[in-house]
């Protein structure tokens, strides 16, 4: 065992605050690695506050980790210290079930092991993400981080990124294609990066016309301001593709009504509150309604390169991890553009 050092919540309302701890040495298939950088992401927050219940505190958030490998065990031959690394939503799985063989870890049917917040066999405790100085996971779990890329831009893309790209590869996305993207947030931003770099025609819906420019930029070709329902109304039957980013209570069959026939609208943002979807909506066209859930380990380095291919990282903003609460207030508020990365040079040293 070995002291890390690191920010946790101790209960559903007290402020994240600075942590000491210990994780384990690297066994023989395990990597250490020293985190440089840690995305921010809401499932964080949702978790630290117990919202949607069975947090075990303390609680150190972070899946969307980002460093150089330290220490590698006797077994490990892709990576070696001094490498960069990267570590997302999963640090474990079963490895045994039909999901896991296929290389789709997500859908572990016992269930995959969350980098944090999940139960750890080696300690008897349970996993510390990476609002952390140090984080050891079994090599099977661990990315290379490409080179070319901006190291803090990246964090993200191992939530946001892949949460994205798993849906837009697995419907066959490609170019001549028109894609709708719906919500322009921390996901939304990467749907219409990596579609765009797909070579579809990407349209963004958003109640925001202030977005509109910043879409352009990041790749839409179009942007529909979905409160106008002669805007929608133009857009009917036109869609091969939708993906929906959107959390909050919406109309879905506003979006339904956009597909061709046979088309899908996959859905990645997670709602409180069930959407209510009209059969009509899905049986009058031979429509698909779908959802899916970050990607396994292999899609996920599928994606990292193709990011290192296309020069796509997330748009983020740098905060030192004693602004992780205020961070939190302004994500709430969608105060941020796209995703805030904690630079883990701020974490003090000791707790």
Known sequence: MFTCTGYASTSAEAPLSPFTFQRRDPGPSDIEIEILYCGVCHSDLHTARNEWGGTLYPCVPGHEIVGRVTRVGAEVSAFKAGDLAGVGCMVASCRECDSCKEGLEQYCVPGFTGTYNGPEPQTGGHTFGGYSSHIVVDGHFVLRIPE????????????????????????????????????????????????????????????????????????????????????????????????????????????????????????????????????????????????????????????????????????????????????????????????????????????
């Open 148 to 351: 070319n890329l901006d190291l803090a831009a990246v964090a993200p893309l191992l939530c946001a990124g892949i949460t994205t790209y798993s849906p837009l590869r697995h419907w066959g996305v490609k170019a001549g294609q028109k894609v709708g993207v719906v919500g322009l947030g921390g996901l939304g931003h990467m749907g219409v990066k990596l579609a765009h770099a797909m070579g579809a025609h990407v349209v963004l819906f958003t109640t925001s016309p202030g977005k509109e420019a910043d879409a352009r930029r990041l790749g839409a070709s179009e942007v529909v301001i979905s409160k106008d329902p002669d805007a929608m109304a133009a857009q009917g039957e036109t869609f091969d593709f939708i993906l929906d980013t959107v959390a909050a209570d919406h109309d879905i069959n506003a979006y339904l009504g956009l597909l061709k026939r046979e088309g899908t609208l996959v859905q990645v943002g997670a709602p409180e509150k069930p959407l209510s979807v009209n059969v009509f909506s899905v049986i009058w066209r031979r429509r698909n309604f779908a959802g899916s859930l970050i990607g396994g380990i292999a899609e996920t380095q599928e994606m990292l390169d193709f990011c290192a291919a296309h020069g796509i990282t997330s748009d983020i903003e740098i905060i030192p991890i004693d602004q992780i609460e205020t961070a939190y207030g302004r994500m709430l508020k969608s105060d941020v553009k796209y995703r805030f990365v904690i630079d883990m040079a701020s974490l003090p040293k000791a707790a």
